[in-house]
């Protein structure tokens, strides 16, 4: 999702910015007042083109992470009677300098997302340049040309402080513009199918209204036909399958909107297979998605606490949880990490939260699960710094000024998406305390988070204002090659479970740091076997939720280190 | 589990007692001085004879809910190779006023549990009667002929106020004295299993030295071979499949006492389908249990918290639920019904914040999660008492003296097996407000907690004194003639998913009532259209987490109520 509304821009965003530069470092010159005309034209044509083909246009707000893939598929679907497309996609996005670049890569049939998923590209491309189905656009214009408006728009929930969740708000200005624009330009008869992930009450208490005032002043009596449904979406391997092959909840304001959106979401996705829930009313949508991923933020939070009880009584919580998922029950059961990031598990409980304080009655003291776990979430990384110091300081070394490495960026493994991930908890946290801190990643070109918040604001909410002196974290590059990341540091923290650390060599490892070193591993990566073999050469060990580390420890006793092999 | 030691005993079951009387009201007479020497003569007798065979002598203390099952499974196994049984298990149970019964019970074939699976009573009959492969008794000194001693005595959290865990002690002192009287009278090569759920650290910390000890006392300087491996057992139709075919952890002090462990389950236990997972150390497997047990608490902590939400706000949390439930990584979520009962998920996450306090070195605020997960659903019962009062409110009628009927005493559906309900703490709400409260469940005869806490005091810890007046409870009876149990009732809470809930017709309980009345459904068993109906009778609904009921009486509206259906 991106953001659309004029509200929270960055100050280059305005007067002064005329180019947008994609991450590639092409520059795209923004549109001026002319191109607007030529524009509506251009789309006017398009839509009249179409609909003379019998298709609806359906117009996608936003081209981030949903409504990139969003738009592609509902360009690639067809009708079920004829099997040739039925709907014909204005992917929208206005027009700023962090992501303008977005429309012109997307009419050159090129995914302005990122992906692991192999079929992404060809989607856009196929789409764009074979199908025809996909066009993009900077103009809000393209609403008034509508049968279908999907809002992708994103809605954050801005933190005020480091693992408090009650001090903050949900960032909903964005998306309150683009009702606003919405209602301005719709036609009276378009469906308005809001996907973004909203604190429960959105689409009633503050769509709707929105929409009928503007509905009024224009003077339609009509009723707004608003829906809710939430995508699943997982970045990875199966991004597009996520968002078109998975089960889907709806619900609309009305029985009209209701029976519009089922309609709607039958025709793009694949219901056959993976049936759609509808839902009475849009509140019912919107707290679904909330609970489902509060759920999993809840369960890692849970196994957090027993991950600390577990370091700190020679428990290894990795080999409990192979125990424990054997049964039905439990399967998901997972080990927590040093983090849970992502766009949703961080933020979505906090909706709910923010839900109750401004659309559903002011209610402090709900949702006391919910809102601790999302802060022991958002903590947890600041333990694995504690981890790296503990190491550092058994080797008789200081972290002030230590060369660390830290390997993965991610917030999951094997895939390059770096928002709200822990490991830039990890980073912050031993620059504030002096580390020389080097980042490796293999999936990952830059680490926006870091690199820039002036340049890359929207990216997520910057965690920097929580930690002291955050200059150093700047100039932080992430590397991709292991070897000479490696060279001269004193500790390694393993962060991420991408593939290329899922069998390291303790021997290779010291051989390339060219010393012992310390390491930390924050996801059992290390075997039992390669833990004992770092404490023959000398290395200091510490695994996030492992305690038993230290009997390994223990077990290779008085031994003199020995050499590193050749 | 059963309680073994001499510690907690209520007053009758000293000096005065001389009879134990078992559900059906049978006397048995307790064993005198002399009948101990007998009975070890008889013991010694089998033991020898069952050597002859080839046979292993098991000792299995405590015949509880898990001692009495695993007694017969281990009595019904086979020797992988022979075919032929391998085992010879004593069952032993000190001869208290409470449960010495079920020494001759067993005895005489018969099980001394309740049971809904039908493997049950023909297991005990055969490997009595049959297959002579279990005997019971009550003399301690059978842990003299044994070669495995397998532990199955209850270990419960007695918590000293309500929805506040912290504040109560693990009531440790029955295991403590089965240790002291182990160590004082096994054979040094005798494995000794624990497989009562313990606060993490148990084995090593106290039950080690205390074994230890005792050898020293007697001149022994072998290792105890100590060992802990935990159950997962589920009453029900399942009841023995969940002992003997599921999946099982254990851990052994050491080298040897871990080989023992294995050995011993494997021959005992179907671990060719269901393979063991052999962990480090004890505290890994203690630990192991009361993670997985929390885990499931916390869930359903979870959901209450989400449960009000969806109360409060229009929405249908079971209609979320099954939404969700799709999802292979959701699958578990559940709804959290008016209370989490069953001898576990209220006690084992206590279990590890007592060994914080007293094993693992005091650390007053860890398991946060754990600990708020148990007091909510231990508190939760009380909202549905609140739900019952606003539902009788709605109709113009309080509380006091009203007639209310809840449906279910047991912690589960198509059990009869009240620990910890949900429905006593509904129950004893509701007197402590006046009500005149019955009670119908189609699976119990005595509902044991409320009947006479003199009588079975180790039920469960007794929660009556949480509450104001509650000498009405005692005089309740469960019925188990629903039509009876209707007539006159004001209101009737559907507080267990019993089969004969699921599809109660409105009509039919309003004639029975003789009365439009109020109804709780704390299940989500009323589906909408029964609902709808219900106001059309001019009932009053309230339902646990489903708070679209209103609307649903809304859309029923104004029209007059429409008498029951003849």
Known sequence: MDSVGSNPQPAHDVAAATVSVCPAGERFPLPQAPEYERELDRLRALAAEQRALGREIVVVM????????????????????????????????????????????????????????????????????????????????????????????????????????????????????????????IQPRCLVLIETTVPPGTTEHIAYPVLKRAFSERGLTAEPLLAHSYERVMPGRHYVASVRDFWRVCSGVSEAARQRVVAFLSDVLNVGQYPLTVLDRPIESETCKVIENSYRAAILAFMDEWSLFAERNGIDLMKLIQAIKVRPTHTNILFPGPGIGGYCLPKDGALGLWAYRHLLGFEEEQLPITTAAINVNDTRGLHVADLACEALEGMGRPVADAPILVCGASYREDVGDTRYSGSELIVRRLVELGADVRVHDPYLEH??????????????????????KQEGVTRIRVQRDLPSALRGVQAVI?????????????????????????????????SDDAIRRCFELGCEVRCLGRGHVQRLKEAVGGRRPRPAAE
């Open 62 to 185: 936003g081209v981030g992470f949903v409504g990139a893939i969003m738009a592609g598929v509902v360009a690639d679907s067809t009708d079920r009677r004829t099997g040739k497309p039925g709907k014909f996609v204005m992917a929208m996005q206005r027009p700023s300098a962090r992501s303008f670049w977005k429309i012109p890569y997307l009419n050159r049939g090129v995914a302005p997302v990122q992906a692991e998923d192999p079929e992404v590209a060809p989607m856009i491309r196929r789409t764009v340049l074979e199908k025809r189905t996909l066009t993009a656009t900077f103009t809000y214009d393209a609403l008034s040309l509508a049968d279908v408006v999907v809002v992708d728009v994103q809605c954050d929930y801005v933190k005020d402080a480091l693992g408090d969740l009650r001090h903050g708000h949900a960032d909903i200005a964005a998306l309150e513009e683009s009702f606003t624009v919405i209602g301005e330009r």
């Open 447 to 468: 680490w926006y988070e870091l690199e820039s918040q002036e340049e890359y604001p929207a990216k997520g909410q910057s965690r920097s204002r929580f930690f002291r």
């Open 494 to 526: 393993l962060a991420v479970r991408h593939a290329p650390y899922l069998s390291l060599d303790p021997d290779w490892l010291v051989r390339q740091a060219g010393a012992p070193l310390a390491l930390i591993d924050c996801f059992g990566l290390l």
